[in-house]
């Protein structure tokens, strides 16, 4: 359970006989990878940083970029148009909408930049002749629909911007919904009236409709009003590890009847049970943002800090093979057709054996050993979170 792996080379060691470092190489290549939660506007709004030129993990402290995501084998990311949760006013809102377009505006002029590079997807079609010509898809995703607002119409904005799935909530309550982890509990009892407008108004544009950090009564609203299939872009079990914030097996049940897909995330304390202390210390850095402006300064101060939680409690960190338990856990209460990636890469994503994008054939390879066929890990890597975004306008 805890064995971790040195990148690459010694965990292969554990592969089946008939299949050598080769071969995974060979049948990662073949496959349409796709990950639904990439945090790289985070680092885009950073003065100075190019996603065209390859960094560093460690000394960087970027985890995405498009020579890492080539080297890697993958072919298409969400970038995550992310606002944390500040003050549901309408100066708060307004804020959040000035934030949100910037992101957009960011990603476009990185696409821009390196139009041989990286293209803008918002198709399944897309992604695939994307990722035929050799370069990477780049989906638009919105993690915490707070810039939307009061405003309905700002739904569609973001649709002809680019966007395919609206996170509804973040860490704590807007006014779209409840949270899974707002300290001062429920505000609407799940989703609020207006949320409803926001949901059938993502149905009918085709944007797909993502529970992940919402409350669970908030899941079950969607649920039975969504007229699509939906995500969670980036959740866990809460059965291996116990947090608000990841799903029940009765949620991941119905998640699996509702047509829709779990996209496995990447963050060691939402794969891995952390201890007491190292978990309280998490939550303080996790809620700092919450109803907050934040500065840059705030930001850098949080990462810090973050940062040395993380080293601190370094004995706890997840590896590959928490992952595949997550994995195997959905696919035991579904099946394997509604279990993708969400990774939460330059968000606190990463384990041992897997610490950015770079390495994500180790992850293909944890499969292959686990006993998945490529068809399953096609599947896993893109094809279920593919047939769900076809399907994200309602019928
Ligand atoms: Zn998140």
Known sequence: MTRSFAPLLPFLSFLPLWLSPPDVHRIHQRMLTLDTHADAPIMLQKSGFDVGARHDTKRDGSQIDFPRMKDGGMDAMFFAVYTSQGPRTATGHAEAKRNALNQFDLIQR???????????????????????????????????????????????????????????????????????????????????????????????????????????????????????PVIASHSNARALCDFPRNMTDDMIRAIGKNGGVVQVNFVSDYLRQPSEAHRAAKTKIRMARVGKVTTPDMEARIMAQSDSVSTAYASERASLSDIVNHIDHIVKLTSIDHVGIGSDFDGGGGVNGLEDVSQIENLTGELLRRGYSEKDITKIWGGNLLRVLSQAKGK
Do not use: W
């Not at 139009?115 to 994307?130: G, Q």
């Not at 973040?170 to 509990?185: K, L, M, V």
């Not at 919402?214 to 969504?226: C, G, I, P, Q, R």
């Open 110 to 228: 990185s696409l821009k930049k390196y139009p041989t590079v990286a293209e803008l997807a918002t198709t399944p079609a897309d992604a695939y002749r994307i990722e035929k010509a050799g370069k990477r898809a780049v989906f638009i995703g919105m993690e915490n629909g707070y810039p939307v607002g009061e405003d309905l119409s700002l739904v569609q904005t973001y649709f002809d911007l680019g966007c395919r799935y609206i996170t509804l909530s973040h860490f704590a309550n807007n006014a779209i919904c409840d949270s899974s982890t707002d300290p001062d509990g429920p505000l609407h009892n799940g989703l609020s009236a207006f949320g409803r407008q926001v949901v059938q108004e993502m149905n009918r544009l085709g944007i797909m409709v993502d529970i992940s950090h919402n409350s669970d009564k908030t899941f079950y609203d969607v649920l039975a009003l969504s007229k699509a």
